[in-house]
């Protein structure tokens, strides 16, 4: 391997309980449920979902904070819809983008910068429709 490559490692590993999983990455570790009871814990769906919003609040974080903008709160909300006769496809994803600080203007940047950064959402951005909605000078 290079320096100039990035690697990424999880191990997941079934538990006592049909359906749930023992993940570690790292240092930290959690669990995940199958789709089917127990349903205590976060899906792997949810869970793949929150590191697409997890990605974008952090990148126009960082790019409110390398332009100089202030952005006190930011959030960014992902719903995913599919089908019951194609339930291992996304029909498209929804991206709702709420901050308050930047402009419109600038939040359109920021968000236009993440989805150039993000690995996972340009991962999904080849599979399925994003669609944006983006309001800046919202209470979030």
Not at 53 to 76: K, L, N, T, Y
Not at 87 to 114: C, M, N, W, Y
Not at 117 to 128: N, Q, S
Request: glycine residues 4%; charged residues 25%.
């Amino acid at each position: 391997m290079t320096d100039d490559t990035i690697v990424n490692s999880v191990l997941s590993q079934n538990k006592h309980v049909y359906g749930r999983t023992l993940n570690s990455a790292r240092m930290h570790h959690f669990i995940i449920d199958g789709t089917r009871d127990p349903k205590e814990e976060l899906t792997p769906v949810e869970v793949f979902l929150s590191g697409v919003s997890a990605c974008c609040v952090q990148w126009v974080e960082q790019f409110a904070r390398e332009d100089g903008v202030e952005m006190p709160r930011i959030e960014a909300g992902i719903t995913a819809t599919r089908t019951a006769a194609e339930p291992t496809r996304f029909q498209f994803i929804d991206l709702d983008v709420k901050a308050t600080g930047p402009s419109q203007a600038q939040l359109e940047d920021f968000v236009e910068r993440f989805k150039q950064r993000c690995p996972l959402y340009r991962t999904v951005a080849t599979a399925v429709e994003v669609r944006f909605t983006l309001r800046a000078g919202e209470q979030c």
